[in-house]
């Protein structure tokens, strides 16, 4: 790659496909971070919340050695838990349950695929436990050109489920942002 005299900085080779090339490249490493940066997010918010509920039965009961139990027998690598999202779901495989999970993450999904589309910074979740009663809370942000938004979504059992409560209510607002624009 050869420098323009003139411009001192810019180079002579100015071709589109390498351009969306490395673009790709880099938002495929950008994704892949942001998946393992979720996984550990969530995963970190659990934590929290053995930990909280330890503290508070101040005991060996049934609830305290299932805790342990679940560290010692999975994910205490953490490797492993940035590959896997080691998600459990207190043994609970309703249908009914699973069918939710899979609309809710739908919502993540679309809300990811409504920022790539518009050529958007994907968006950045933080999840945290709520003690008092043994659920999540998310909030997600948007940082785009034109604007900056922020919103929360609901108390959810899980972490991921958080989250997208949080997207869910992300889209609704930029729906109604669209008409507003529309008008």
Known sequence: MEMSEESGATSKYNDDGQIDDSLQSIQKIRDEILR????LQERSAQCDMDI???????????????????YKETCS???EATNS???????????KRKKLKEALLRQCKELDEICRGAHWILP??????SVSDGMYHASVRLRCP??????T???RPTPHEAKCS????????????AEEQEQ
């Open 36 to 39: 393992k940066e979720s996984i």
């Open 52 to 70: 909280q509920t330890l503290l508070s039965e101040g005991k060996m009961t049934p609830k305290a050695v299932s805790i342990i139990r679940k």
């Open 77 to 79: 690598d953490m490797t």
């Open 85 to 95: 999202s080691c998600s459990r779901d207190g043994g609970q495989s309703i249908t």
């Open 124 to 129: 950045r979740y933080t999840v945290l436990p």
């Open 146 to 151: 034109d604007f900056e938004m922020s919103l």
């Open 153 to 155: 979504g609901g108390l």
């Open 166 to 177: 949080a997207a869910a209510n992300m889209i609704l607002e930029l729906h109604k942002k």
